[in-house]
C-alpha cells in the first residue's frame, strides 16, 4: 500500500491529463515529471501526457538543491520559450513545486512577461503552489486558474442553456466519458441544453462554450470555479452534489428541475427511471447484499452517495476512509459526516485499521487494493486494476445499477470460490 507523494501536483496532473490541449511546465526537478505514472498507462489507459516522440506534455526547469536557492527564472524562461514555440493553440500552465513556492520566485510576473513572446498563440497561466494542498486542491486549483484566465467574451447567455462546473475527469476511459452522457442525458430531460462540462476531456476552447449558459451548476470538485465563471457570465449558480446513488441522483435532478422551473418533468424522469431500476434489484438485494458488511475507502464527495446506496441494498458499513483532507466535506451541501469516518490517514494508520477489519466487500481506490483478501469493487483514483473499455458509468440512477451490478458480480464470484 503506498499514499500518493507531491499529491498536489498529482492533483494538477489529473486535470490537465482531462483538457487534450493543456500543456504544463513544472518548476521542480526531474522526478516531477514521473509523478504522471501514477495516471498516464496505469490509472488511466488513454491518457495523452505522454508522447512516444518525447513530445510530453509536462515539462520541467530541472531545478536541484544546487540551483533552487538562486536566481533560476531563466531556467523558468527558456522551459517555457521551448514548450510554448512548439505549440499551435491550448493553454500552457506554469506551477511551483513546494520549494519553488519557498523561494519566492514571482511567477505570475514570469508568465506576463512570456506572454509577448508567444504572440497569443497559446494561453499563458500561471498555477499556485502548495505547501499543504492535497489531490483534490491541486484539481479545483486548475479549475478556477482556467475559470480566471478564458476567453468568455461574445456570450449569449440563454435560460435553457446548462454548463456544469466541477466534474472531476480523473481519466478519458469510458467510464467517465460515460458518466458525461448520463449527465447530459438527466439535463435533457428537463428539456435543458448541457453546453459545457468542466472537465470533460475537450480542448481548451471549447471550455468558453460556458459563457452562453444561463445557469451553471457546480459539482464538489470545482466549486471556486464555478462561482467565478458565473460571476463573469452573470448565470445564475445552482450548487449541488454528486448524482451518485439512487437518491443522491432523485434530489440532483429534483433540485436543478426546481432550480429550472422544470419541476414536473425532473419528478417524471425520476419516476421512469425508478421504475426501470428498482425491479432488477428485488432479487439481489435479499439475496446477495442484505447485512452484509462493507468498507469504503476513497474520495470525500462519493462517500454521501455511497452511505445511502449502502442503507438501500440492506449493507452494513463497517468502515468509511477518506484519502483526503477533513475541510473538504465543507463542499458538501447536503450532508454531516457520520462519526468513525477516517479523514487523511497516514499509511501505519491506515494499515492498523484494515488490519483486523471484518468486512465481506470492500468499495475502495487501489491504494488498499492488496490489504485485505475480500472481494474488490474499484471506484475513484486511483483505478489500477480496473479499466472502463466501454460503457460504464457510475453516476445517475443508470450509473447506479452498473455499480451496484459490478458489487454483486464480486460478492457471488468471492462465494463460489469459498464453496469449492
Known amino acids: 500500500m503506498r499514499r500518493l507523494n507531491c499529491p498536489y501536483l498529482i492533483g494538477v496532473y489529473l486535470a490537465v491529463n482531462a483538457v487534450p490541449d493543456a500543456y ?6 526531474e522526478c516531477a515529471l514521473r509523478k504522471a505514472d501514477f495516471i498516464h498507462g496505469r490509472h488511466d489507459w488513454r491518457s495523452t501526457l505522454f508522447d512516444c516522440e518525447g513530445r510530453h506534455r509536462i515539462a520541467f526547469t530541472s531545478i536541484d538543491p544546487r540551483n533552487i536557492a538562486a536566481d533560476n527564472g531563466f ?32 511567477y505570475d510576473k514570469i508568465v506576463r512577461d512570456r506572454r ?19 489531490w483534490l486542491d491541486g484539481y479545483a486549483a486548475v479549475l478556477s486558474r482556467l475559470a480566471r484566465g478564458i476567453d468568455l467574451s461574445g456570450g449569449k447567455p440563454a435560460p435553457e442553456k446548462v454548463a456544469v462546473v466541477g466534474y472531476l475527469m480523473d481519466r478519458n476511459e469510458d467510464d467517465h466519458a460515460a458518466n458525461i452522457r448520463e449527465i447530459r442525458r438527466m439535463v435533457g430531460a428537463l428539456s435543458l441544453d448541457l453546453v459545457s462540462v468542466w472537465l470533460s476531456n475537450v480542448p481548451y476552447a471549447s471550455l468558453a462554450d460556458v459563457k452562453d449558459a ?20 452573470k448565470a445564475k449558480l445552482v450548487e449541488l452534489d454528486l448524482p451518485f446513488g439512487l437518491e443522491e441522483s432523485r434530489r440532483w435532478i429534483s433540485a436543478l428541475g426546481e432550480a429550472c422551473g422544470r419541476g414536473a418533468p425532473a419528478r417524471e424522469f425520476v419516476r421512469e427511471e425508478l421504475s426501470a431500476v428498482v425491479p432488477k434489484l428485488e432479487w439481489v438485494v435479499p439475496h446477495v447484499f442484505l447485512n452484509r458488511r462493507v468498507a469504503y475507502v476513497g474520495d470525500p464527495y462519493l462517500l454521501p452517495g455511497f ?39 497516514t499509511n501505519a494508520a491506515l494499515s492498523a485499521l484494515l488490519k483486523d477489519l471484518k468486512v465481506d466487500l470492500l468499495v475502495a481506490n487501489s491504494f488498499v487494493a492488496d490489504r485485505l483478501p475480500v472481494p474488490l469493487v474499484e471506484l475513484g483514483f486511483p483505478s489500477y486494476f480496473s479499466h472502463a473499455l466501454y460503457s460504464r458509468p457510475f453516476l445517475g440512477h443508470q450509473g447506479c445499477l452498473c455499480l451496484v451490478g459490478r458489487m454483486a458480480d464480486a460478492l457471488e464470484h468471492r462465494r463460489l470460490k469459498t464453496r469449492a
Open 307 to 345: 452511505l445511502s446506496l449502502a442503507e438501500e441494498l440492506g449493507f452494513v458499513p463497517a468502515a468509511c476512509v477518506v484519502m483526503a483532507r477533513e475541510s473538504h466535506m465543507r463542499d458538501i451541501k447536503e450532508f454531516s459526516a457520520p462519526a468513525g469516518v477516517v479523514f487523511e490517514p
Open 75 to 106: 531556467l523558468i524562461t527558456d522551459t517555457i520559450d521551448k514548450m510554448g514555440r512548439a505549440l499551435k493553440g491550448g493553454v500552457l500552465l506554469v506551477a511551483p513545486l513546494p520549494q519553488g513556492t519557498l523561494t519566492g520566485t514571482q
Open 116 to 134: 509577448v513572446s508567444l504572440d497569443g498563440a497559446v494561453a499563458l497561466m500561471d498555477l499556485p503552489g502548495s505547501l499543504e494542498g492535497d
Open 214 to 233: 444561463g445557469t451553471i451548476v457546480s459539482l464538489p470538485y470545482g466549486r471556486e470555479a464555478a462561482r467565478i465563471l458565473a460571476k463573469r457570465t
Open 24 to 29: 504544463l511546465v513544472v518548476d521542480g526537478p
